[in-house]
């Protein structure tokens, strides 16, 4: 059974920083973890779910949302299988749920991804 599980969610205040880490789950997937590009999506109160940053397999390809580009930074580590996002100068526009997602194969189309997360609280109060 596939399984993504956020951590590292939690309140900081206008200007911090936070590191969230999404960590898979599930013999076969884990097994392939290294064919899916990664994303990080998030959903704010009221608004559609959007793509925040994507990484592909190998981890030579990013892609960044323009509202957090030179902020946030993803990464991955295909032998422990996580996938990372660090937050910086955060502002109360990324007030949150931060979901971390997976889609087999090109990073083209991690916008629509295969599995999900269930979701991380981030809080930026100014």
């Known amino acids: 059974q596939v399984q993504l599980v956020e951590s590292g969610g939690g309140s900081v205040q206008a200007g911090g920083s936070l590191r969230l880490s999404c960590a898979a789950s599930g013999r076969a997937f884990e097994r392939a973890f290294v064919t899916y590009s990664m994303g990080w999506f998030r959903q704010a109160p009221g608004k559609d779910r959007e793509l925040v940053a994507a990484i592909s397999y190998i981890g030579g390809t990013l892609r960044y949302a323009e509202s957090v580009k030179g902020r946030f930074t993803i990464s991955r580590d295909n032998f422990k299988k996580t996938v990372d996002l660090q937050m910086d100068t955060l502002n109360s526009e990324d007030t949150g749920v931060y979901y971390c997602?997976?889609?087999?194969?090109?990073?083209?189309?991690?916008?629509?991804?295969?599995?999900w997360g269930q979701g991380t609280q981030v809080t930026v109060s100014s």
């Open positions: 997602a997976a889609r087999r194969g090109n990073i083209a189309q991690i916008s629509e991804p295969d599995y």
